[in-house]
């Protein structure tokens, strides 16, 4: 199967289960606990090469999956919402496919709030001086309130990367170094 079929499968995995993970938390009044939970538990993801592997590779059982995160969650201190969540997934075979969701949430989260989400990718860990500033420059530009979801990348060198919906900005240095370095070989 090509990537790209794969990365929509994931992407229609995630969505749904996100969705429906949205109107169980709104019917329950806790949009906003699920939410942190949730970051707390891709932040644990983002850290940790074992949990990776865990969420990502197929040689576990389901059982396997499920004992561990209902282990994570329980020691984590998660609500029984998103713990039984997370169990549901990893009883479905659907790990992989938790990132996808928890981006899908905090989406649906940001809509029924009236907000814009902003995937923001910086070489390196933003203040929180930086990332009001941020949100203001960029809620000037939307014209909504803006919430950010910052990934640290340090082969960027320098910059940010802002998505906020279809518009993509890139002031990151690794790129405008790639595109010196085309210039120069176009002259050269």
């Known amino acids: 199967m090509p990537v790209a079929d794969t990365s929509q499968v994931i992407s229609g995995v995630a969505e749904r289960y996100a ?7 709104l019917e329950a009044g806790a949009l906003d606990v699920v939410a942190a939970d949730l970051n707390r538990f891709q932040a644990m993801i983002d ?6 592997r865990l969420v990502l590779s197929p040689v576990f059982t389901a059982e396997d999956q499920v004992n561990a995160i209902s282990a994570i969650g329980q020691k984590a201190g998660f ?3 998103v713990l039984n969540f997370l169990k549901v997934v990893a009883g479905n075979r659907r790990l992989f496919a938790v990132s996808g969701m928890v981006a899908g949430y905090r989406q649906a989260v940001a809509r029924h709030k009236g907000e814009v989400t902003a995937d923001v990718t910086s070489a390196h860990a933003l203040s929180a001086e930086q990332e009001t500033e941020l949100k203001a420059a960029l809620k000037s530009v939307t014209g ?3 919430s950010i979801s910052v990934t640290v990348d340090p082969s960027l060198l320098g910059g940010l ?7 993509q900005i890139d002031t990151s240095l690794r790129t405008k170094l790639s ?3 085309l ?5 050269g």
Do not use: N, W, Y
């Open 19 to 25: 969705s429906s993970l949205f109107e169980l938390a």
């Open 144 to 146: 909504k309130e803006v």
């Open 183 to 187: 210039a120069l070989k176009e002259v």
């Open 179 to 181: 595109t010196l370095k």
């Open 79 to 81: 609500s029984a919402l």
């Open 47 to 52: 850290e940790s090469a074992d949990l990776q």
């Open 161 to 167: 990367i802002v998505k906020v919906g279809s518009r």
